[in-house]
């Protein structure tokens, strides 16, 4: 299923990249919800947590090792990393990502 996300993977709609690889994409969110909002998505258009497979494995975690890595990049020690998962929950665009959130106090729980 073609996404906004598959858009800024293909360039067709413009992102501010912090990060590119041969595996995934980060850009900083377009209505940030903290001083650093970033979104770490793969290139493969996995839907969610849900639709991967033990195939996607090793690409997950490479997800989750780049938000860490973005983080740095950005100063950051203190940040959260979450990603939503069905429409329930706050997944509004269906193509997998981890928002990478922080610069600033972060409440628990959240939602
Ligand atoms: P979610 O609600 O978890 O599916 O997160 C989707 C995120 O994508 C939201 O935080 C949106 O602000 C963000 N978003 C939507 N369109 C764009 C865009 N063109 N560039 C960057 N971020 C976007």
């Not at 919800?33 to 979104?39: D, G, R």
């Not at 973005?70 to 329930?88: I, M, Y």
């Amino acid at each position: 299923m073609s996404t906004l996300f598959s858009k800024i993977i293909s360039g067709e709609i413009p992102s501010d990249k912090v990060w590119e690889d041969a595996h995934c994409i980060a850009f900083r969110d377009i209505h940030p919800v903290a001083p650093t909002h970033i979104l770490v998505i793969p290139r493969t258009p996995l839907v969610n947590v849900a639709d991967a497979g033990e195939g996607d494995e090793a690409l997950l975690g490479h997800l989750l090792r780049v938000a860490g890595l973005v983080a740095k990049q950005e100063g950051l020690s203190d940040f959260r990393v979450v990603t939503n998962n069905g429409a329930g929950a706050g997944q509004s665009v269906f193509h997998l990502h981890l928002h990478v959130i922080g610069g600033r106090a972060l409440q628990w729980p959240p939602g």
